[in-house]
């Protein structure tokens, strides 16, 4: 047979079996014999480099090349749902619906929320030919390449099945719990740092610029919403049953309910039983089935007015509290953990869980023994959200006390007026905070310095090699090479990477300090407007007020730091090291007030700069972009494809409207 025959017949078979594998969890075939087909075409695909074809189920291994990803405009905005979180907000819902309708019979298909990021997938001819992330709703990441990777998101769909010839179908991107599990338990045991949850771990992967790493990962998708011209059903859920014809993977939790009580049936029913899914769930969509009325009901600015969601509460359980240690952050802030015996809560074991503050224990009046009660909501710290009176009997431990020591150094606590918490006041000589300072000097964001990490700084940290940020650029590779040098290569790489810092600019440079309050924009404010430390460490209080974005709070740290010997000391160290205390001659050229005092909106696509390059260099010029329009919007800098809630809105506020080239002729 004729090798570009077979090469065809093979993918079609291929992308059947995957679907009956992924989609319907029907094979009909063992894996064994897939593995011997997908064997057979990788080599005749690698025979014919000209009949290459990104959909080809070979395809879904992904590639080791890593790749930017460009930004693209939504043909149709990706909105998104307005909440609820409770039963009386749904009914008000549905009272709104049957207004809007004027009497009208009409349907409602509830789903489930599935906790995942969204993706809106683009078939032309039956192919995939691009997947776009929400981005901001207007403009998204071109993700296509990460997408192929994920085995339940058909490639081609089969011939003839009455698909249009172009159409749009949106969804969630997701990481099965069992994914997430082994994913995490790998990380833990290579030191790494844990996801929080399914839907960060979904988000990394999919925004990872090497798609083999996506395709290791197991990630899954489910489709919830089709558009685009020629979709010939009435209703959203008739769609999606056609969709599911095509080969896409439709939440098997769909139904059409026509009243609110069966509404709440089906909250009450998933409410429990989403425990036994397969991926994580954060509540129900309620969708108004009908076209035609979800067009008559229409759009607010961000939402539709035909659908809603109802997040399901938090998941709550019971424990017994034995033990309350107190933790010290890199700011010196004194942390309450209770320590409990474990529960599983949202699919993960929990033993410990936060106490906030002193006044939040006293508000529990909280015993060692008590039973209390825990959530898990979207992060990863839990809460204790009450404490069961009832249970208490005489077997009831000690009052819980808030520390009056640092438990790392022994320092007395203090407590600012007007904070909840406590802090150690010995910032130079505590050691988390000490150590807390190193790894936020090393950051990314900060000196950048990625040959170090938490374990290493703390190695160093316990050998006395460093006890400030200073102490960085006196390490020599003999100290850290270890007996007999066997670790020279990458002692040689973290001396090199420290030494590679002092290019760092001033701005970074002042942010990595670590003055409190003084966080990345407060840094880049008072770099461009001292332009060296020496003027910075020299300013009043009136002087650092003049800045935009520089209140009291962040002025009087300010002049606290600078007002310590030990600080200033510290400084002159590092510009011996060669760090940057000033702003270079090419900074101080491109910058300009131009725009001082002016808040700008970007919207659309752009050509001659990306939107990251408008939002620098309109920083640079002295300006703040802002992400919404409001009255006080200076002007709205607009590509191409600007999206039509925020043209109208422009407009009936009267704001200027800029062409790129505007803008970049009004910089020059
Ligand atoms: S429909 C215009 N259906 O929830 C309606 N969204 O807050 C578009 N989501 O961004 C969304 N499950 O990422 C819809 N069954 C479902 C969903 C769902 C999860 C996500 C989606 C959206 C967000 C809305």
């Not at 990872?208 to 089709?226: E, H, P, W």
């Not at 952050?329 to 906030?356: E, F, Q, S």
């Not at 390059?613 to 002007?635: C, D, M, P």
Request: with cysteine; charged share 25%; glycine share 8%.
């Amino acid at each position: 047979m004729d090798e570009a025959v077979r090469i065809s017949q093979l993918r079609a078979e291929l992308h059947q079996h995957n679907c009956r594998y992924y989609v319907l969890s029907q094979p009909t075939i063992s894996d064994f014999e897939f593995d011997a087909l997908l064997r057979e075409l990788q080599e005749l695909e690698a025979r014919h480099p000209e009949l290459f074809d990104p959909n080809s189920p070979t395809q879904r291994v992904g590639s080791d090349l890593n790749h930017e990803f460009t930004q693209v405009a939504h043909v149709r905005p990706m909105l998104s749902l307005s909440n609820t979180y409770n039963k009386e907000e749904v009914a008000e819902f549905y009272r709104r619906v049957e207004e809007g309708l004027q009497g009208q019979p009409f349907q409602i298909c509830c789903e489930m929320k599935f906790d995942g990021l969204s993706i809106s997938l683009h078939y032309e001819h039956g192919q995939l030919v691009r997947a776009v992330t929400r981005g901001d709703g207007t403009v998204g990441d071109d993700v296509t390449d990460n997408i192929r990777t994920i085995r339940s998101i058909p490639l081609r769909l089969p011939d003839d099945a009455g698909y249009p010839d172009e159409f749009e179908i949106r969804g969630e991107v997701l990481m099965p719990w069992e994914s997430f599990e082994r994913l995490n338990a790998e990380r833990e045991s290579r030191e790494e740092a844990l996801f929080a949850n399914p839907r960060n771990a979904a988000s990394g992967t999919l925004k990872s610029k090497n798609s083999a790493t996506v395709a290791s990962r197991g990630l899954d998708a489910y489709l919830y919403y089709l558009l685009g011209e020629g979709i010939s059903g009435r209703g959203h859920y008739e769609n999606l049953q056609q969709a599911a014809q095509w080969g896409f993977k439709i939440g098997p939790q769909m139904r059409l309910v026509g009243s609110l009580a069966e509404i709440y049936d089906y909250i009450d029913y998933w409410d429990e039983e989403r425990r036994h899914l397969p991926v994580a769930t954060d509540g129900i969509v309620l969708k108004v089935n009908s076209l035609t009325q979800q067009q008559s009901l229409g759009l607010t600015a961000k939402s539709p007015r035909w659908a809603i969601a109802y997040k399901f509460q938090a998941e709550q359980q019971e424990t017994i509290l034995r033990e309350v240690t107190f933790q010290v952050g890199r700011t010196g802030a004194v942390t309450p953990v209770a320590n409990m015996d474990p529960i599983t809560l949202a699919g993960t074991v929990v033993r410990r869980a936060t106490l906030n503050n002193e006044d939040f224990i006293r508000s529990f009046d909280l015993h060692i023994g008590d039973r209390v009660q825990v959530i898990k909501g979207g992060e990863i710290i839990p809460k204790i959200v009450g404490v069961n009176l009832e249970a208490r009997d005489e077997t009831l431990g000690p009052c819980v006390e808030f520390v009056k020591c640092c438990p790392e150094c022994g320092a007395q606590l203090v407590r600012y007026e007007g904070e909840a918490a406590h802090y150690c006041p010995n910032e130079l000589a505590c050691p988390p905070q000490i150590k807390g300072k190193i790894e936020h000097f090393i950051s990314r964001k900060a000196m950048n310095i990625d040959s170090l990490g938490p374990e290493t700084i703390d190695d160093y940290f316990r050998r006395g090699l460093v006890r400030d940020v200073a102490d960085l650029y006196d390490i020599r590779v003999a100290q850290i090479a270890g007996a007999n040098r066997t670790r020279e290569l990458s002692a040689r790489k973290i001396v090199q990477g420290i030494a590679d810092s002092v290019k760092v600019p001033f701005e970074r440079v002042l942010f990595a300090l670590g003055i409190r309050f003084v966080g990345e924009v407060a840094a880049k404010a008072l770099a461009r407007s001292f332009k060296n430390i020496d003027a910075l460490a020299a300013a009043t209080l009136d002087d650092l007020l003049q800045i935009n974005g520089i209140g009291v709070v962040i002025a009087q740290s300010l002049l606290r730091w600078f007002a310590d010997a030990q600080n200033r000391w510290l400084i002159e160290r590092l510009k011996m090291a060669g760090l940057q205390f000033a702003l270079s001659e090419e900074e101080l050229a491109s910058h300009s007030d131009r725009l001082a005092g002016q808040s700008i909106v970007i919207s659309g696509v752009f050509e001659q700069h990306s939107r990251d390059e408008y939002k620098a260099l309109i920083e640079r010029h002295g300006g703040k972009n802002v992400g919404s329009i409001s009255a006080k919007t200076s002007f709205i800098l607009a590509g191409a494809n600007m999206g039509p809630s925020k043209l109208e809105k422009a407009q009936k506020l009267g704001i200027r409207i800029l062409t790129e080239q505007d803008f970049l002729a009004m910089i020059e």
